[in-house]
């Protein structure tokens, strides 16, 4: 689609997140459009990674998903704005622009929830964890490293830091020290 507007220059395209950090790095592009959810890697780690590299592009994600546990995490890992595919082509050059003018943009069901989050007194809706979330975190609990987790949990690492991005947002917190301190203070983990 973008190939046919002469507004606009396609540099690359990536098949997983890892692959979008190499050639983001490599390319410079003014605007990444990045899926959530890829094989070999996911949207949200190659977002932090990308802001943790400085990478000057502006990353605008472009998914079906769009609950909290999506949205959220990538806004936080440096997303510049959210559109759901299911976007009108000329909404989708619009915020592609508005991404490239460093602009913030969201589908409209995306602000509508984020609205309501920052309006909601903290702790007033609580998203529960899931059953493979409270794993992570009792393991994280014990002090113990991603990679040892992934081992003894039978997943990848780039898995494990999927669940702690989403019980972050979910624990309202930024870092594994605060999720365990909140969870205890929350009761979902037992006495230390």
Do not use: C, W
Not at 13 to 41: F, I, K, S, Y
Not at 43 to 48: F, K, L, S, T
Not at 61 to 89: H, N, Q
Not at 91 to 101: D, T
Request: aromatic content about 4%.
């Amino acid at each position: 689609m973008f190939d046919t507007s002469p507004d606009f220059s396609v540099l690359g395209e990536a098949t997983d997140g890892v692959e979008a950090v190499a050639l983001t790095d490599r390319l410079d592009p003014d605007v990444v459009l990045m899926d959530l959810r890829m094989p070999g890697g996911g949207g949200v780690e190659a977002i932090a990674e990308l802001t943790r590299r400085g990478a000057r592009s502006r990353v605008l994600v472009l998914t079906t998903y769009d609950t909290d546990s999506d949205t959220l995490p990538a806004i936080e890992a440096g997303a510049t704005g959210y559109l759901l595919k299911d976007a009108p082509r000329e909404e989708l050059f619009a915020a592609v622009r508005a991404a490239a003018e460093g602009r913030s943009v969201l589908s409209p069901a995306v602000a509508s929830r984020l609205v309501h989050r920052v309006r909601t007194p903290q702790g007033s809706t609580r998203t529960p964890l899931s059953s493979r979330e409270r794993e992570v975190l009792a393991l994280v609990a014990k002090g113990t490293p991603n990679r040892e987790i992934a081992r003894l949990l039978f997943i990848s690492e780039a898995t494990v830091k999927t669940h702690l991005t989403h019980l972050y947002a979910k624990l309202a917190v930024t870092d594994r020290a605060a999720a365990v301190a909140t969870a205890y203070e929350r009761g979902i983990l037992g006495g230390p």
